[in-house]
């Protein structure tokens, strides 16, 4: 059990984003302060482990078995990215050099002091911000999934809305078509004097032009109280909503009541046959293409809308959009809270800098020494070559022999690099070394030293 | 376009950490397995911004050793020529008229034309 505790203790510290090696070194205080950072990247991830899952699922209508790896791998990324994001909000802890051309002259600036960094710089805005928009954009299916009952009656008003002006914009044509063909169809009951046919075709006609005049102006209406911002605009949308839902349900009735009727139309003209049979598929077609976009409004849960909805219409998913956001700014202040409170940071940069300086001490030493190797080789070369032609002109020219032969010696005396260092503080390269020219005073000296 | 952006923002917002000075050395190792060294803000340019030198030792080794044997072959070929120049000496010494008279006019103009 002890061991368990102390295992997930150190997964909480790597989730902090800090050296978890350094932690550890820590005192129990600042053990504790990243724990509680830890604790809550940890829930970070499981709330974007189940925002994202949960919105799979909603995209691809219930299918968990992509679903919920397309959201382990959605929270790992933001997690990655949060923890990433998280590290860079640490001070800066290693001398860095701010160089700055003035007259013609380079001057070096070192901000390496704890308590003088700036601490709301531009680029600190920018990380909160973006922390932000992450906050926000997993804050949204969690919205959905714990208030979406309270968008159902709003979501329930779109989706009629939705329907009404499909179905009158889809009517319009097809009862201009039924126009058109009934005119042959009237002119042939007018020659059989079948009055009563002749007059249900009329009154047909008739309705069907006045639905679409009276639908057209109540959507009118309704838009227009939608976009209005007056107290009672509720009642009068519901009202115009009602009307128009009627409309469209007694549409349908007249449809349905008059293909029964065309079918009982007997003949043996064909053209007439042909077009009462061209209303009839008409009308049929219109019923079906209701029954496919009441199907298609059924079958679509509206995600994106319920999102609107909540977001446009309901305070509590505003104040859990708040909550999250806290929460993923929560571990920044934590972590300023470490910086102002407890002196890990100054610890960190004495390991960090530990570490820089024994490994630039090691990589000194085996810069010269492949140097040296590189050395020995070159001057292993230089004599190879050069010494047998110098050897002809031994007795031809012994002076120049001598001169050249003692040249060479020199240069092959060379048997590394040393490492050349412009700064005083290699390898930082901050700290300009002093030049020993122009002396001042000894008093100056003294100030130097002791001042 | 976070996850194609987000690497690039990270690494503007990070300062140097002690794995950059730990890549540099291993950098600088690599150059050294091949004779290169660079010398950090060795020299400062016009507008007094500080460069780095680079230095390609094998380079200027290979460099030093072709002046050394033009230098070599130099003072062979001056030990040629005066060599060369005592033996005409001797001859014009000897008899003036036996020398001009060795010299073929063709081999004057094939000279002047190879000059040309």
């Known amino acids: 059990m002890k061991k368990k505790k102390h295992r997930f203790k150190h997964w909480m510290h790597i989730l902090s984003g800090e050296d978890w090696y350094i932690i550890k070194q820590s005192s129990d205080k600042i053990q504790k302060s990243f724990f509680r950072i830890g604790l809550l990247v940890a829930v970070i991830f499981i709330g974007s482990l189940i925002s994202a899952s949960a919105f799979i699922d909603h995209i691809l209508e219930n299918e968990s078995w992509i679903s919920i790896p397309i959201g382990i791998l959605w929270a790992l990324i933001i997690t990655n990215l949060y923890i990433l994001l998280l590290y860079t909000i640490s001070p800066k802890l290693l001398p860095k050099a701010i160089k700055k051309l003035k007259h013609g002259k380079m001057s070096v600036e070192n901000d390496t002091d704890l308590k003088n960094q700036n601490e709301f710089s531009f680029s600190l805005i920018f990380r909160f911000l973006f922390i932000g928009i992450l906050a926000i954009i997993i804050a949204q299916p969690l919205n959905v999934l714990l208030l979406s009952k309270y968008a159902e009656r709003s979501l329930e008003n779109y989706k009629i809305e939705y329907r009404i002006k499909n179905i009158v914009a889809g009517d319009s044509g097809y009862i201009k078509n039924e126009m058109n063909d009934s005119a042959s169809i009237n002119n042939h009951f007018i020659l059989c004097n079948d009055s009563t046919n002749y007059n249900l075709l009329r009154n047909k006609v008739a309705y069907d032009s006045a639905f679409l005049v009276s639908s057209v102006s109540n959507l009118d209406s309704l838009k227009k109280w939608n976009d209005t911002s007056t107290t009672n605009k509720e009642t009068k949308i519901d009202s115009f909503r009602s009307v128009l839902n009627t409309l469209i349900n007694n549409e349908v009735t007249s449809d349905q009541k008059y293909i029964a009727i065309l079918d009982n139309i007997k003949t043996n003209d064909f053209k007439l046959e042909s077009n009462i049979l061209n209303i009839s598929e008409q009308l049929k077609d219109k019923i079906e293409s209701y029954n496919n976009l009441i199907f298609v409004l059924n079958k679509s849960d509206f995600y994106i809308k319920k999102i609107q909805i909540l977001i446009s219409e309901n305070p509590f998913a505003w104040l859990f959009m708040f909550f999250i956001i806290g929460l993923f700014w929560l571990p920044i202040y934590f972590k300023y809270r470490i910086r102002k409170q407890t002196d890990f940071y100054t610890k960190k940069k004495e390991i960090e800098q530990n570490k820089i300086d024994s490994e630039y001490k090691t990589f000194n030493n085996q810069f010269e020494l492949i140097f040296k190797q590189q050395y020995e080789k070159y001057n292993k070369g230089t004599l190879h070559k050069l010494l047998p032609i110098l050897n002809v002109i031994e007795k031809l020219n012994p002076d120049a022999y001598e001169e050249i032969k003692k040249n060479i010696g020199e240069e092959v005396l060379i048997d590394s690099v040393k490492k050349y260092e412009h700064w005083a503080d290699p390898p930082y390269r901050t700290k300009p070394k002093y030049k020993f020219e122009n002396l001042p005073t000894e008093e100056f000296f003294i100030n130097k030293l002791y001042k | ?116």
């Open chain 2, 1 to 116: 376009m976070a996850i194609e952006l987000t690497p690039i923002f990270f690494k503007l917002m990070l300062t140097k950490t002690p794995y950059d000075y730990i890549a540099e050395n291993r950098d600088d190792l690599i150059r050294a397995e091949h004779g290169i060294e660079v010398k950090y803000d060795y020299y400062q340019d016009k507008q007094g911004v500080e460069r780095h030198l680079v230095v390609n030792h094998e380079a200027e080794r290979m460099i030093y050793e072709k002046i050394k044997t033009t230098e070599i072959q130099k003072t062979l070929t001056d030990y040629a020529i005066g060599k060369y120049l005592e033996r005409e000496q001797k001859k014009i010494d000897e008899n003036l008229d036996e020398y001009i008279k060795s010299i073929k006019p063709e081999d004057i103009n094939n000279n002047e034309e190879k000059e040309a």
